[in-house]
C-alpha cells in the first residue's frame, strides 16, 4: 500500500502562486515498474476533476486545458514526492486538490483509474 500526504494548500489572491507538495510512503513506485502520480481537485458545485499527472520516470506529462501554461507537475524520485506549481491563480481554481497514484503504464484522467488518494489540501483564491 501506499500512502499519501499533500501540503501547501491556503489563501491567495488571484494572480499569485502556490505551490503543492505530496509525500508518497509506504510501498512508493520505486517498487513497480510503472506509475502515474497525479492531482486531482474539487470544488463545491463540480464533480472531481483530472488536474495534472506525470508518469514515475518523468518522461511524460499530461494536463487539463483549464490549467495548461499556469500549472507544472514534477516529482523527485529520491524523495518520493510529487509537486504542483501553481501560477497566475484564478477564483476558479478555488477547490480541494487532492494527490493521486496509480499502478500501470498508460495514462489516466479518470478518478476511478487512481488507486490511492491523499486526504487532500484546500486552496481557496479570492479576487
Known amino acids: 500500500q501506499m500512502q499519501l500526504l499533500e501540503s501547501g494548500g491556503g489563501l491567495v489572491q488571484a494572480g499569485d502562486s502556490l505551490r503543492l507538495s505530496c509525500a508518497a510512503s509506504?510501498?512508493?513506485?520505486?517498487?513497480?515498474?510503472?506509475?502515474?502520480l497525479g492531482w486531482f481537485r474539487q470544488s463545491p458545485k463540480k464533480e472531481r476533476e483530472f488536474v495534472a499527472a506525470?508518469?514515475?520516470?518523468?518522461?511524460?506529462?499530461s494536463y487539463a486545458d483549464s490549467v495548461k501554461g499556469r500549472f507544472t507537475i514534477s516529482r523527485d524520485n529520491a524523495k518520493n514526492t510529487v509537486d504542483l506549481q501553481m501560477n497566475s491563480l484564478k477564483p476558479e481554481d478555488t477547490a480541494v486538490y487532492y494527490c493521486?497514484?496509480?499502478?500501470?503504464?498508460?495514462?489516466?484522467?479518470?478518478?476511478?483509474?487512481?488507486?490511492?488518494w491523499g486526504q487532500g489540501t484546500q486552496v481557496t483564491v479570492s479576487s
Open positions: 506525470i508518469r514515475w520516470s518523468g518522461d511524460n506529462s
Open positions: 493521486v497514484g496509480r499502478v500501470g503504464p498508460r495514462l489516466a484522467i479518470t478518478r476511478a483509474m487512481y488507486d490511492y
Open positions: 509506504g510501498r512508493t513506485f520505486s517498487s513497480y515498474a510503472m506509475g502515474w
